[in-house]
């Protein structure tokens, strides 16, 4: 049997013989692409005074709270030079939908072909896509674009995803396993290609002019940058001697933590989305930790384990590592991602585990971890084989 699969309709042998469950999941590639553009503090105040009064309250305190955050670089789209985005007036949601169609695809698919490349499955060969953003709301969702730049086959079972924030990227793992489990239980192979993408820069001019119209700070033109991320899951049914196996998916949950729902939230207004986080978010995360790491790891000590932890602020990152005691070593690959391309939402977590692997050799158990709206945890337990 070859690496290379033909399309998931001609390999679902509905009459044949079911071949014995098996509840093991790998991950066999993974993926991750980000804008070229690289901007810092400097490049945000450029940016913001070439638009908005220099003298002008809240930009000067945006301005202070940029140069303390611990993100050296963000990636951003080209179109952070583009004149139109740097008008009196701002482009409208109509304008933000249309960058998003444009940038979106593409970058996805980078990030993709990077995961399946890895795996040796080809597109064609993929049976289930799971896409997640959380700057984006269309009908048809970005996904069909990804799956036709790709060529992902039209028998591919589809879900995208929405209102996960940063938890995005790990809830579309949580619901690739479950669909590779339910695969694996009708005897059938799962190729599962997970695709998270979001694009913060285009709604900048929206964050921006909320700031000037309130006189109020808003962190998330501070913090958030540009990426896509992929991930390929499959079942038993679905690996081949050639298919890498970079982490077995040991466990997984997910846990939304009582009277937290405006910690965090998303919002649409007629020029973007904008992001609200609350003061004492960091604090909750840092409560939130403790349900889902006992449901998947019982008593063992996760202090002394690596982390693929959510880039969701220095406050969220030295939050957790304080509650649960975990030395800076083993969060070395949220830090790098943090500090060189800020938070990216739903793909940050996937991005972090992608460079984790990259970092030399590190503990069999790994402990991956997002934060989202609600507030929720999103939590996996890997073991890793790379």
Not at 63 to 90: F, H, K, S, Y
Not at 195 to 206: D, G, K, P, Q, T
Not at 230 to 242: G, I, P, S, Y
């Amino acid at each position: 049997m070859g690496a290379n699969w033909s399309s998931p309709g001609e390999t679902d042998n509905v009459d044949g013989p079911r071949q014995e469950f098996s509840d093991r999941l790998t991950i066999a590639g993974l993926g991750s692409a980000w804008p070229e553009l690289l901007v810092g503090a400097e490049q945000l105040r450029e940016y913001a005074e070439s638009i908005y009064p220099s003298n002008a309250p809240w930009l000067q305190k945006l301005l202070m709270v940029n140069a303390q955050t611990g993100v050296q670089t963000r990636a951003v789209l080209e179109c952070w030079n583009d004149p139109m985005w740097r008008g009196p007036v701002p482009p409208t949601i109509e304008q933000v939908h249309e960058a998003f169609d444009k940038y979106a695809p593409p970058l996805t698919a980078n990030a993709a072909r990077k995961a399946l490349d890895e795996s040796g499955f080809a597109a064609s060969a993929i049976t289930h896509m799971v896409s997640v953003t959380a700057t984006n709301c269309k009908c048809p969702g970005y996904d069909h674009l990804v799956a036709k730049e790709l060529g992902i086959s039209g028998d591919a079972e589809r879900s995208l995803i929405a209102g996960s924030g940063c938890a995005g990227g790990l809830a579309a793992l949580r619901v690739a396993n479950s669909m590779a489990c339910a695969a694996s239980l009708r005897g059938r192979p799962a190729r599962i290609l997970v695709v998270a993408c979001e694009l913060s820069s285009i709604n900048l001019r929206a964050e921006l002019e909320a700031a000037n119209q309130s006189g109020k700070l808003r962190i998330g033109a501070a913090l958030f940058s540009d990426g896509a991320a992929a991930v390929v899951v499959c079942n038993d049914l679905a690996l081949t001697e050639k298919t890498p196996r970079l982490f077995t998916i040991a466990d997984w949950c997910q846990n939304v933590s009582p009277e937290t729902y405006d910690e965090v939230s998303v919002t649409t207004v007629s020029q973007g989305f904008l992001v609200y986080l609350s003061r004492t978010l960091p604090k909750h995360a840092a409560a939130a930790v403790h349900r889902p790491l006992q449901r998947l790891f019982g008593d063992k000590d996760v202090k002394n384990l690596d982390w693929a932890l959510h880039a969701g602020g220095q406050a969220i990152i030295q939050g957790v590592a304080k509650s649960v005691g975990v030395a800076d070593h083993h969060l070395r690959a949220t830090s790098a991602i943090y500090s060189t391309r800020g938070n990216t939402a739903s793909v940050t977590v996937l991005a972090v585990l992608d460079k984790l692997r990259t970092m030399g050799p590190g503990t069999e158990d790994v402990v991956v971890c997002s934060f989202g709206p609600g507030l929720t945890v999103e939590m996996a337990r890997l073991k890793r084989h790379c």
